[in-house]
């Protein structure tokens, strides 16, 4: 079993201060000023896990004075200092899409109420989180996540614990939504870049099995002696109804659910997705009676939240991102262990699709040679002419990637569509699927570490907040959550499969 080259598991981040990269004259040594535009992003993130933890209610009040002042300087350094406005205003574009998604989903699976009514048993619970890991590659994680956190908090609320929120953001969240490319937005990445919609899935859910299983079993041990406890206090039979029964009333908004997660296919024209999302948004808003919103304790406090960290968090990133973009070829990635360790610790503190885009080119980088790569653009645009008269080092890796572009885009090669991002992808799966597969894994399931590894694990805790419901702090989620529950099984992840 490999890893990362002896001295090397710290270069995620040692490599921000300092590192080694290719240029046109050689070997450029980047110093630690190279970190400087990236203090605004580590400000904001310790401050996300501090400031709550010393003052809540300043927290909760003056929050937008973090984020946003931190973002101001951070776009002031990209409009005057790096010179880079479209970076600047594609971030905004980036920000817009990601608020429109969160903003339209949280809307409409407002308008769903649905109730569970029995005993709050560990049992059902299991059942509960089960299924939702499974709806979250259908509704995508944060689809899934905003129709089923609020019945599961009431489920749970006479003897609510914090660990009953930290399992559904690690099985709903994250972890459940990495067997489709609507489960979660790295994969939806790959997708759009070449990965065939069913490749994850047959090749990951070994994977998404054991270790859904494994956090079933560790949640069903701690919800049951938490449960005994909650008997012996006397007070079971108060989570106890009459009637065991499950009732959904809105269902009609599950139609604009799967409208918006429709639109997240369409790229052209422009702004198209985006109006789409928005007015099955105002449609299902003026449709669903305001009973349910009532039921549902909806309003838009939450929201508001999250409009105002991620973005303070997206402009921050832009220096972070253009780092990785630039250093990303010089990471120490000789094995797979590398990539699936490298991707996840940088999503469970970046934005993951990102990480993702970047660890999936330094791959193509790193194994794909060019002039195999030019002989199958060669015959990607012959439509295979000459396939069999191919000979050389790289041969068979050559056909083998051809065969896999014909199998799964033949339609595309017959009419010469094949886009170049789709040749590069198809090489890289044909001869060195593991990579895809220690990518996609990483990028998702790391997710899960923290409350910002992935954008549906703040707005449940925001929900979660606003209904009165404590959860645990930034720090707490990792030391006593995420470090002895999720690291083992990632550790366990990888001396089985990468």
Known sequence: ????????????????????????????????????PMIPFALLLLSIAVIPFISKKWWEK????????????????CLFISHNPGRLGETFYQFFSFITLIGSLYVVSGGIHLEARGSATPFRNVIFLGAGALLSNLFGTMGASMVLIRPFLRLNNVRYRN???????????????????VGDPPLFLGYLLGVPFFWICQNVWPIWLVSVILLLILFYIVDRLSFRKFQKRGTADSIKYPVERITVTGKYNILFLAIILGAVFINRPPLLREAIMVASAIISRRVTHKEIYKRNEFNFFPLKEIAVLFLGIFIT???????????????????????????GILSSILDNAPT????????????????????LFDLVSTQGAGLGAISGAHAEQIKSAYEFLAG??????????????????????????????????????????????????????????????PTPPFHTYILRYSIPVLLPLFVLIWLIWF
């Open 408 to 469: 799964n885009y033949g339609n595309l090669l017959a009419t010469g569509n094949v886009s170049g991002e789709k040749i590069r992808t198809g090489y890289l799966i044909a001869n060195h699927p593991a990579v895809i597969r220690a990518i996609s894994v990483g990028s998702v399931f790391f997710g899960a570490f923290t409350y910002i590894g992935n954008a549906p694990n703040y707005v449940v805790k925001s929900i979660a907040e606003n209904s009165g419901i």
């Open 62 to 77: 003056y929050y937008p004075l973090v984020s946003l002042p931190l973002g101001a300087v951070t776009a002031l350094y």
């Open 163 to 181: 660990f009953h929120i930290i399992f559904f953001i690690f099985l709903v969240c994250n972890i459940g939504g990495a067997l489709l490319p």
């Open 317 to 343: 990133l832009v220096p972070v991102l253009e780092w990785l973009e630039g250093n990303a070829i010089t990471f120490p990635l000789s094995t797979i262990g590398g990539y699936y360790w490298g991707s």
């Open 1 to 36: 079993m490999t890893f990362l080259r002896p001295g090397h598991h710290l270069f995620l981040l040692a490599g921000l201060l300092t590192t080694d990269r290719p240029d046109a004259g050689g070997i450029v040594r980047a110093s630690w000023l190279d970190a400087v």
């Open 356 to 375: 993702y885009l970047n660890f999936l080119t330094a791959s193509m980088g790193l194994n794909i040679d060019h002039d195999s790569l030019k002989t």
